[in-house]
């Protein structure tokens, strides 16, 4: 037995503030070396646990960076879902919705509740990248996150997707505009902390799980990004020539700003050139479908009174509208302009059993540039 004493235990990891915003339910899909851990759902609030769930950066350098770079840019905890896959397993393969230690494994999880998910990969060393500017791989992942996100959508668990832009041939000639592959659903994140033509989807993700749906990835206010050196390929960001033109392509970049230091966002581009072409719009429209569909719920194969002439009792319509109406105000109030709820009265419902909705969503709007006329003036 110990002699008598006063026994103290000191804590670590208090000073990491949990972040309440709860708009953004992230996942992770990273290439793993343990085999235990492929194909193997975890639930982590912090680099700690992933540590202890044994992604460590001894045994999992590729996937344990990325972790890293996430929760320090978070700046505290938070509920991340992360699934590992074998370096055998390309992103086109991880997204692909009838694989089956893919994406939907994921989801499944987490019971529908993962509102955005990057995808990164470390390929074996015999792996072909092809000779073009990007992995042969992040063309095939945009163009089957579009199948995946819209079955997603159709099922009310609708899904964004960052995907890592990783550069094969940097001498090469771009020939992948993403903003061409209709996709709105999807990123294609391009530059990395590290020279060796990775991407840092972390970052992205940690952004969008920190804020709201609503605030953009490069928001001014939230100041500039943890990363303190950037690279396209392995090329530093600022020596980088052609960075705007693939910025403008459609490429979700970074960026410095003149008289501010440190990293940011350029434009949240998506993969699309619609009214989703910013992945702001898509993460509004999504959190909107999600509260419509649980705010409706209660309505399934109730009873609806019918007028005469078979159109819907116009107190039953407006019970319906206000019903979303008050929903949408009430948990996007600050995140949107306004919203329109309407139910048509002359619709048949008796033969059709289908109460058609219509809802319409204001969004914000963003100053992405800003233009300033300047000159001397002789008075004012």
């Known amino acids: 037995?110990?002699?008598?004493?006063?026994?103290?235990?000191?804590?670590?990891?208090?000073?990491?503030?949990?972040?309440?915003?709860?708009?953004?339910?992230?996942?992770?899909?990273?290439t793993v070396k343990t085999s235990s851990l492929v194909a193997k759902v975890l639930k982590v609030y912090s680099l700690a646990d992933a540590e202890k769930a044994g992604i460590t950066q001894q045994a999992e350098p590729f996937a344990?960076?990325?972790?890293?770079?996430?929760?320090?840019?978070?700046?505290?905890?938070?509920?991340?879902?992360?699934?590992?896959?074998?370096?055998?397993t390309t992103m086109e393969i991880a997204l692909k919705s009838t694989e089956a230690n893919g994406v939907m494994k994921l989801i499944r999880a987490a019971g529908g509740d993962i509102t955005m998910i990057a995808v990164a990969r470390e390929a074996s060393s015999g792996y072909n990248a092809g000779t073009a500017f990007l992995d042969k791989d992040v063309k095939a992942a945009v163009t089957i996150a579009k199948a995946t996100g819209e079955a997603l959508q159709k099922a009310n668990t609708p899904v964004r997707f960052?995907?890592?832009?990783?550069?094969?041939?940097?001498?090469?000639?771009?020939?992948?505009?993403?903003?061409?592959?209709?996709?709105?659903?999807?990123?294609?994140?391009?530059?990395?902390?590290?020279?060796?033509?990775?991407?840092?989807?972390?970052?992205?993700?940690?952004?969008?799980?920190k804020y709201g749906s609503h605030v953009k990835l490069g928001a001014g206010s939230n100041g500039a990004l943890t990363a303190t050196q950037m690279y396209i390929?392995?090329?530093?960001?600022?020596?980088?020539?052609?960075?705007?033109?693939?910025?403008?392509?459609?490429?979700?970049?970074?960026?410095?700003?003149?008289?501010?230091?440190?990293?940011?966002?350029?434009?949240?581009?998506?993969?699309?050139?619609?009214?989703?072409?910013?992945?702001?719009?898509?993460?509004?429209?999504?959190?909107?479908?999600?509260?419509?569909?649980?705010?409706?719920?209660?309505?399934?194969?109730?009873?609806?009174?019918?007028?005469?002439?078979?159109?819907?009792?116009?107190?039953?319509?407006?019970?319906?509208?206000?019903?979303?109406?008050?929903?949408l105000r009430t948990y996007m109030g600050e995140q949107i302009s306004d919203c329109?709820?309407?139910?048509?009265?002359?619709?048949?419902?008796?033969?059709?059993?289908?109460?058609?909705?219509?809802?319409?969503?204001?969004?914000l709007g963003y100053a992405t540039w800003i233009e300033v006329s300047l000159g001397l003036a002789a008075s004012l």
């Open 1 to 30: 037995m110990p002699f008598p004493g006063v026994n103290v235990n000191v804590t670590n990891g208090n000073l990491l503030k949990e972040i309440s915003a709860t708009d953004c339910v992230p996942g992770l899909i990273v």
């Open 64 to 88: 344990h960076a990325l972790l890293d770079e996430y929760y320090t840019e978070l700046g505290g905890t938070k509920l991340l879902y992360v699934m590992g896959t074998d370096s055998s």
């Open 162 to 209: 960052l995907i890592e832009g990783i550069i094969a041939n940097e001498t090469a000639d771009n020939d992948f505009d993403p903003n061409t592959a209709t996709n709105g659903f999807a990123c294609v994140v391009l530059g990395g902390t590290n020279s060796d033509g990775h991407a840092s989807v972390g970052l992205a993700l940690a952004r969008a799980a």
């Open 233 to 327: 390929g392995a090329t530093p960001l600022e020596e980088f020539a052609g960075l705007e033109t693939l910025h403008d392509a459609g490429f979700l970049t970074f960026m410095t700003r003149p008289g501010a230091a440190g990293y940011y966002f350029g434009r949240d581009n998506t993969c699309a050139n619609d009214d989703f072409r910013i992945l702001v719009h898509g993460r509004i429209i999504d959190r909107a479908q999600r509260i419509a569909a649980q705010a409706y719920l209660p309505f399934i194969e109730e009873s609806v009174k019918m007028t005469s002439d078979g159109s819907i009792e116009p107190a039953d319509a407006k019970h319906i509208e206000t019903t979303l109406d008050q929903a």
């Open 340 to 363: 329109e709820v309407v139910v048509p009265v002359k619709q048949d419902v008796i033969n059709t059993s289908t109460v058609n909705i219509q809802v319409k969503v204001l969004p």
